[in-house]
Nanobody, 124 residues
Framework: QLQLVESGGGLVQPGGSLRLSCAAS????????IGWFRQAPGKGREGGSC?????????YADSVKGRFTISRDNNAKNTVYLQMGSLKPEDTAIYYC????????????????WGQGTQVTVSS
């Protein structure tokens, strides 16, 4: 059974850091691009941070570029991380990981299998 499970969300102060994890089971990430997207209350899903299937290229939305880093665990290759830094209150959202059969790129409509999400709240 295909499954993506996110973890690592929580409450963090502005300016702080947080690392999210996405564990895939039932399939291998070697065949897929993987991305992190988010959805704030009352808003659409946005803010992609994406990694190609080979792990050699990344793409980031302007809203997170320079602050977020997506990476794959070199040992547990079916686990992907999102390291978030310099967090702002506007980063508050549910964060989802998703996979795309298009092996590179960050076009959200190409991501067809999604996890259940993890809540990130940035507040003092």
């Amino acid at each position: 059974q295909l499954q993506l499970v996110e973890s690592g969300g929580g409450l963090v102060q502005p300016g702080g850091s947080l690392r999210l994890s996405c564990a895939a089971s039932g399939f291998t990430l070697d065949n897929y691009a993987i991305g992190w997207f988010r959805q704030a209350p009352g808003k659409g899903r946005e803010g992609g941070s994406c990694l190609s299937n080979s792990g050699s290229s990344t793409n980031y939305a302007d809203s997170v570029k320079g602050r977020f880093t997506i990476s794959r665990d070199n040992n547990a290759k079916n686990t992907v991380y999102l390291q978030m830094g310099s967090l702002k209150p506007e980063d508050t959202a549910i964060y989802y990981c998703a996979v795309s059969p298009v092996q590179a790129g960050c076009i959200m409509e190409e991501y067809y299998y999604w996890g259940q999400g993890t809540q990130v709240t940035v507040s003092s």
